[in-house]
């Protein structure tokens, strides 16, 4: 088990940026894949980002070329990088992991952070 913390959601302006991170407990870290997941009110979870042991990464089509996953593992964090927000981007933003390969369904992943708030005005 791995224990998640999000943090560096907030509220931005259309067009601007925001650097999630999603801090682990654990010395396994490397030997999880993570992916990032969003929510918006009264919406599914939706697939945005993940990123495999070996630092490839998968990008749900709402966020290609502007979002970027990466990963740290010496520090034990993963990072979700937003640019060019969009007012549709406004959700609620997880991190997830699961030992070994990435996937895009939320059900794949048993280990889940809090969520933090990312709003973009219009």
């Known amino acids: 088990q791995v224990q998640l913390v999000e943090s560096g959601g907030g509220l931005v302006q259309a067009g601007g940026s925001l650097k999630l991170s999603c801090a682990a407990s654990?010395?396994?870290?490397?030997?999880?894949?993570v992916g990032w997941f969003r929510q918006a009110p009264g919406k599914e979870r939706e697939f945005v980002a993940a990123?495999?042991?070996?630092?490839?990464?998968y990008y749900g089509d709402s966020v290609k070329g502007r979002f970027t996953i990466s990963r740290d593992n010496a520090k034990n964090t993963a990072y979700l990088q937003m640019n060019s927000l969009k007012p549709e981007d406004t959700a609620v933003y997880f991190c997830?992991?699961?030992?070994?390969?990435?996937?895009?369904?939320?059900?794949?992943?048993?280990?889940w952070g809090q969520g933090t708030q990312v709003t973009v005005s219009s």
């Open positions: 990123i495999g042991l070996s630092a490839s990464t």
């Open positions: 654990g010395r396994t870290f490397n030997r999880y894949a």
């Open positions: 997830a992991a699961r030992i070994l390969a990435a996937t895009t369904s939320p059900s794949d992943y048993g280990n």
